[in-house]
């Protein structure tokens, strides 16, 4: 292929990307050499997935299909003809006008890119893409067999099973990728032990986030555990009273700091020279826990775009001092967090 078209591809990718996540594409410009690429590639991929997972234009056994049909280009150290053949049936599935299909009826480009990465990146990516798609599957099979309208997850469990398919794979990837550095390479067994809860963090944020939406659509991630509790029925999402929703925050909180506090020990591993790696995960983390504050307070769920400005000035200050970043997400913990006295970690004084 020529250089002309595979210039096409990159640059494809590169104007996709905002569209499809404006937080991702903040961080993932951070990043520099081959580890953006793999990390840029690896989220489309990955966002691709979770288009054919939350499509409303497909019932769940199309969707199914899809995602197993998906996974299987991921299988067997595939040469990209293959890959190629296999994804041509997967791009015309349903009418919609929509970045995120878009990126769909372009997949074959970010295919061709992710041959142009390092082979290495790929026998990290190509298992990770397979099971979170084969995890996705697994949601939407239950789903199926439970002949519900609404398909709500059980308990807390589930909801961190769940998690783990659609973010905490994620979090598998870049801690692989990034330990491709040797000085991250050193710190790899405490990462490990934080890469999962590194990569759900947001997720769960998401879900306190879009519940109502998730709901119109067929899904509901807060558990039946709590939703009983406060006796909330899911047809009656949209008349919710104020103690019902400060219910499902109240609930929900605990776990959520939780992966915070991990999210924040990870990052402390990373060595400050490895800056560009810190501020792509320092970015997310602060407009994660920012949310989280207006989700609280009940002041709409999104940072607005000034605010996303300060913390990117900011970050460039955290990445390079543990204590900066540490001061203030524990400072928005306490005032925030844990003046709700739930029983999560919170409240421990600076994290180790």
């Given at each position: ?101 878009d990126l769909i009826e372009n997949g074959h480009m970010v295919l061709r890119c992710y ?238």
């Amino acid at each position: 292929m020529n250089h002309h078209a595979r210039k096409k591809d990159w640059d494809y990718c590169l104007k996709i990307l905002p569209k499809v996540s404006r937080t991702f594409a903040l961080n993932i410009s951070r990043l520099e050499g081959d580890i953006c690429k793999a990390v840029l590639l690896g989220y489309l991929l990955f966002r691709i997935a979770d288009t054919f997972e939350d499509t409303l234009y497909q019932d769940e056994r199309e969707k199914i299909a899809h995602l197993m049909d998906f996974s299987a280009i991921f299988k067997g150290n595939k040469e990209l003809s293959q890959r190629l053949k296999l994804y041509e049936s997967l791009k015309f599935k349903w009418r919609e006008s929509s970045y995120a299909k878009d990126l769909i009826e372009n997949g074959h480009m970010v295919l061709r890119c992710y041959f142009d990465i390092p082979q290495t990146y790929r026998r990290i990516v190509d298992p990770l893409i397979v099971e979170t798609s084969e995890g996705m599957a697994r949601f939407q099979r239950r789903k199926l067999q439970s002949e519900s309208e609404i398909f709500q997850l059980t308990d807390i469990r589930e909801l961190e099973e769940y998690c783990y398919y659609v973010a905490g794979v994620v979090g598998v990837m870049l801690t692989r990728l990034f330990c491709q550095s040797k000085s991250i390479e050193e710190k790899r067994s405490e990462l490990e032990n934080l890469q999962i809860p590194f990569g759900i963090a947001l997720q769960l944020i998401n879900i306190i986030k879009d519940y109502r939406k998730d709901i119109a659509r067929g899904w509901c991630y807060i558990p039946l555990t709590i939703t009983r509790k406060y006796q909330i029925e899911l047809n009656e999402i949209g008349t919710l009273s104020i103690k019902q929703r400060q219910g499902i925050i109240k609930d929900m909180l605990p776990l959520v700091v939780t992966y915070l506090d991990s999210t924040l020990r990870y990052i402390k591993l990373l060595p400050l020279r490895e800056r560009s790696i810190r501020m792509f995960c320092v970015i997310p983390f602060i407009i994660g826990y920012r949310t989280l504050v207006k989700i609280i307070q009940m002041e709409g769920n999104k940072v607005s775009r000034q605010e996303v400005a300060c913390i990117l000035h900011k970050s460039a200050t955290y990445a390079q001092s543990n204590s900066s970043l540490e001061e203030d997400y524990l400072g928005v913990r306490k005032i925030f967090f844990d003046h709700h006295h739930f029983s999560s970690s919170c409240g421990q004084g600076p994290l180790s």
